[in-house]
T-cell receptor
């Protein structure tokens, strides 16, 4: 069974640009979560999608947005990039009925120059 | 699930010794307590979890204990090996609407 896959693995952008990060959940998982892991700051909850709807978001500005597609894959968009957006962005998925257990991808390392 | 305190932030042990990492939560309604291990270049992976109806759970060299009165749960690794070196996170998924809150992480170094 394939795990959670994320693309790209690395992304370099300049300040003010937009970044798009992608995530494919484990087959059978309908929930997708996005986390930001900045150096030394642990895992910060960004967004939760389930059945195509945004169910909850963390304390991040509106320029962080995303969506979930009918096949349950997801996209995270970050507009007007700032230097402090540089971080590892992790996607996780879970089953609808056992959504406490998260399965993470390896992340996308976003660098904003 | 709004607040999970984890300590220590770093831990160095000699190979073969034991390591203990502790987390304290604030929501008395919390009932599920997972631990994740993050190796370099990878995402966190669930290694063990416990529900509030039990006080301890073991899986080979790792164990998790729960003290509901004191609102803390701990990860115990015995007979540590170099491959145990990683960052370990506790989590509290009871933050409502699946807002899983993670501890700050503990960087464990096992010295050969």
């Amino acid at each position: 069974e394939a795990g959670v896959t994320q693309s790209p693995t690395h992304l370099i952008k300049t300040r003010g640009q937009q970044a798009t990060l992608r995530c494919s959940p484990i087959s059978g998982h309908t929930s997708v979560y996005w986390y930001q892991q900045a150096l030394g700051l642990g895992l910060q909850f960004l967004l939760w999608y389930d059945e195509g709807e945004e169910r909850n978001r963390g304390n991040f500005p509106p320029r962080f947005s995303g969506r979930q597609f009918p096949n349950y894959s997801s996209e995270l968009n970050v507009n007007a990039l700032e230097l402090e957006d540089s971080a590892l962005y992790l996607c996780a998925s879970s089953r609808r009925t056992a959504n406490e257990k998260l399965f993470f991808g390896s992340g996308t390392q976003l660098s904003v120059l | 699930g709004e607040n999970v305190e984890q300590h220590p932030s770093t831990l160095s042990v000699q190979e073969g010794d034991s390591a203990v990492i502790k987390c304290t939560y604030s929501d008395s309604a919390s009932n599920y307590f997972p631990w994740y291990k993050q190796e370099l270049g990878k995402g966190p992976q669930l290694i063990i979890d416990i529900r509030s109806n039990v006080g301890e759970k073991k899986d080979q060299r790792i164990a998790v204990t729960l003290n509901k009165t004191a609102k803390h749960f701990s990860l115990h690794i015995t007979e540590t090996q170099p491959e145990d070196s990683a960052v370990y996170f506790c989590a509290d998924p009871s933050g409502g609407y699946q807002k899983v809150t993670f501890g700050i992480g503990t960087k464990l170094q096992v010295i050969p």
